[in-house]
């Protein structure tokens, strides 16, 4: 079947989302995936933006933005980011979120600060200028913190998979165990990080990622390879299945210009 690495993991990712949840995305691949799952299998899901956009769907193709008239022409309210964040985020109300990752590490821990070439903040003990600025969290931050349970998704390169994260821009279990509970957080933190290649879940005691499943135009060893820590594989490891004809339909009736149409 003709689809792309994009595309599968967009529609792995809608396949976590489930009918009647609270739901928030960004723009770009998260919001591909939150609105495939709307479109495919849980047309109730509720789904808002970080802008404070409530209710509803893209019209003419993907937004640009997160308040874009592609995505707020047709919402049943509009209000902004301190009652997206702080009220259905920050309250604990929102059931799942989905944000991206440049640099990950093996707890979930999301950088999108900085890229540092010698020593990142955390072996200087200080702030230090990064070799390559990002653009940051942006609403990242309150999706990992507040949300239920939120996804991450990331193009599966052994460069952003780190063994330690050189900034954290938004937690996932920190250094492990419970260390989230020691921070009050009212999330629970990620569920799964979900890549061109696979599916990683936390293990229940550690919280260390492992290999649960995998793509099926890829092996175990290549998942491996492209880890840049020792990769746990699940005993019961088992292929993805691949998309269906009506999965594939449905993406591209939301992506219709094909703008995240990549190989």
Same mark, same amino acid.
């Given at each position: 079947?003709?689809?792309?690495?994009?595309?599968?993991?967009?529609?792995?990712? @809608?396949?976590?989302?489930?009918?009647?949840?609270?739901?928030?995305?960004?723009? @770009?691949?998260?919001?591909?995936? !939150?609105?495939?799952?709307?479109?495919?299998?849980?047309?109730?899901?509720?789904?808002?933006?970080?802008?404070?956009?409530?209710?509803?769907?893209?019209?003419?193709?993907?937004?640009?933005?997160?308040?874009?008239? =592609?995505?707020?022409?047709?919402?049943?309210?509009?209000?902004?980011?301190?009652?997206?964040?702080?009220?259905?985020? !920050?309250?604990? /109300?929102?059931?799942?979120?989905?944000?991206?990752?440049?640099?990950?590490?093996?707890?979930?821990?999301?950088?999108?600060? !900085?890229? *540092?070439?010698?020593?990142?903040? *955390?072996?200087?003990? /200080?702030?230090?200028?990064?070799?390559? /600025?990002?653009?940051?969290?942006?609403?990242?931050?309150?999706?990992?913190?507040?949300?239920?349970?939120?996804?991450?998704?990331?193009?599966?390169?052994?460069?952003?998979?780190?063994?330690?994260?050189?900034?954290?821009?938004?937690?996932?279990?920190?250094?492990?165990?419970?260390? =989230?509970?020691?921070?009050?957080?009212? @999330?629970?933190?990620?569920?799964?990080?979900? #890549?061109?290649? !696979?599916?990683? =879940?936390?293990?229940?005691? #550690?919280?260390?990622?492992?290999?649960?499943?995998?793509?099926?135009?890829?092996?175990?060893?290549?998942?491996?390879?492209?880890?840049? *820590?020792?990769?746990?594989?699940?005993?019961?490891?088992?292929?993805?299945?691949?998309?269906?004809?009506?999965?594939?339909?449905?993406?591209?009736?939301?992506?219709? #210009?094909?703008?995240? =149409?990549?190989?």
């Amino acid at each position: 079947m003709d689809y792309t690495r994009q595309e599968f993991m967009a529609i792995v990712t @809608g396949r976590e989302l489930k009918d009647g949840e609270l739901a928030i995305f960004g723009v @770009g691949l998260s919001m591909l995936a !939150g609105y495939f799952a709307q479109k495919n299998h849980a047309p109730d899901l509720m789904a808002f933006t970080e802008g404070g956009v409530f209710g509803s769907t893209p019209v003419g193709g993907l937004p640009w933005g997160i308040e874009c008239n =592609r995505i707020s022409a047709n919402a049943t309210s509009f209000t902004n980011a301190i009652d997206a964040l702080c009220v259905l985020v !920050g309250s604990g /109300r929102c059931d799942v979120g989905i944000i991206g990752a440049a640099q990950l590490d093996k707890y979930g821990n999301v950088n999108t600060t !900085g890229i *540092w070439a010698e020593d990142p903040p *955390w072996k200087a003990g /200080r702030y230090t200028m990064p070799k390559s /600025r990002l653009n940051g969290s942006g609403g990242a931050n309150e999706i990992a913190v507040g949300c239920k349970r939120y996804i991450i998704m990331a193009t599966h390169e052994k460069r952003r998979f780190a063994e330690k994260v050189d900034y954290i821009s938004s937690p996932g279990y920190i250094n492990g165990g419970n260390d =989230r509970e020691k921070y009050g957080f009212p @999330g629970g933190g990620p569920s799964a990080i979900i #890549t061109t290649l !696979g599916i990683m =879940r936390p293990d229940p005691v #550690t919280k260390e990622f492992y290999l649960e499943s995998y793509f099926p135009y890829t092996t175990i060893d290549e998942v491996k390879e492209n880890t840049g *820590w020792d990769l746990k594989v699940s005993p019961d490891v088992k292929v993805v299945p691949e998309p269906t004809a009506e999965e594939l339909k449905n993406l591209r009736e939301v992506d219709v #210009t094909g703008s995240l =149409r990549k190989k």
